[in-house]
């Protein structure tokens, strides 16, 4: 039963334009767990009292807290296992708050069939307006 | 470091050439975690059996775990709490295997007082290789 | 509960009818938790928006996080160290959602001093409502 | 593009015989994060001061936590989104060692297009040796 389970996508099913997304609410566990992971514990993330007295309505999310859905759907389903992580550009356009719904989204732009290589807009949305804007560059290995 | 602490460091004290750093040992507990965060589960970072049957020596570290002591060094130190990420580029150079001490480093390439950005270069080695190259760019609002 | 402390109950102490129970609020961070371990990111599950759109008034629990409290009792204080798990069954007869209360519950149902296993009916309750329904085999080793 | 993406598997789309499976090494932060969410921290889990004066030659891992893998195929991959869980019945066969690389796989032995339920067994395996055997019963609701 090939297609559900999770083995890679080979580089010649890959088209331009093939997409594959994820969504999530993003809570205080997200925010804290990040925090802990890569010890940003800057305020703006953590504090509610900091926050009341910023221009910010609530604590915003590390920016990079949903920029690694971007790794889980390169990792698990397009292009799947055994795919590697090149290059990730990422511009963070709006903030994040806390208990937002984030879309991560990861579009095929561009094959290229002697290189190997694959690359992704990547975007993450809230409420369909685009709170992160990039592109990635992923390599599927030719024993994958 | 102590120029670099827990205060914001403010805008006309950053000049071109300063740096901070971070080192840390990325264990499976590192990994497991960013698995949790991410949905990544790429058998290439979290299965022992697949990594013996591959190229690689070790599982492999999530390119974006590491990255994330970026946003610990900005959100932290330099410039410290209240600044904001714009953007960050990076691109992985080597694989970063489990049990490796990374150290990442931000170094400031550009200031601009007027639009109050700072941009700095990225980087994490390991044993001084650089496995990780990139850049970012830094907003400091006025009211930090 | 005194009677279920962390000493081992041994086995010629048990009786049919015996209980043993443990309460808790499912939260946030349950759910992540338990997301981030079984790689369960279902929406039912993390997704505001998602639940919004169905027939679901709030996130459901996945099923297997409050089935973990009956190995929690059973290691813990009935029949306690040293015991091990041969069998669990399980029905989903509700939905649990996040923020509910609740009360896992393990009583004795069978007895057999010569093999040595006992047998419990595992129920889970929301405000006295049978949400999760089960029977479970625990074999209590002689050296315990 | 549809195939990759996280939508479910139709019903009609689903065969007997289909397959999905994942594999993870189970280590210590998989460990004691299941004991942390169950609360059961029974010595033959979490010391190995205890397990050298068992009959056992390792730390055994809590029997529920790879069966959470099961909650993660279903919920990401077969069915996928928006499944519901019914059943499940484990039988914990072998145990599994702290650093065993476990397989879970699910593979459908009964499709109901009336009920909408789908049967699948279930299985854990350490080095091509079955360690858990289930059953699952999964609903998909008509409106996913």
Do not use: W
Not at 58 to 82: A, C, D, N
Not at 105 to 116: A, G
């Amino acid at each position: 039963m090939s297609d559900f389970s999770c083995k890679p996508v080979s580089l010649d099913e890959i088209n331009v334009g093939m997409t594959a997304s994820y969504s999530q609410t993003i809570t205080d566990h997200d925010i804290k767990n990040f925090a802990g992971l890569s010890g940003d514990y800057n305020p703006v993330h953590v504090s509610d009292e900091y926050i009341q007295s910023s221009r910010f309505r609530k604590r915003v999310v590390h920016g990079l807290m949903p920029t690694s859905f971007f790794s889980g759907i390169f990792g698990m389903r397009l292009p799947g296992p055994g795919c590697l992580y090149v290059s990730q550009a990422i511009e963070f356009k709006r903030p994040i708050y806390i208990d937002d719904t984030v879309t991560a989204k990861v579009e095929v732009i561009e094959v290229d069939l002697v290189t190997r290589h694959v690359k992704f807009r990547t975007t993450c949305s809230v409420k369909n307006k685009v709170v992160i804007d990039g592109l990635a560059d992923i390599f599927i290995p030719k024993d994958v």
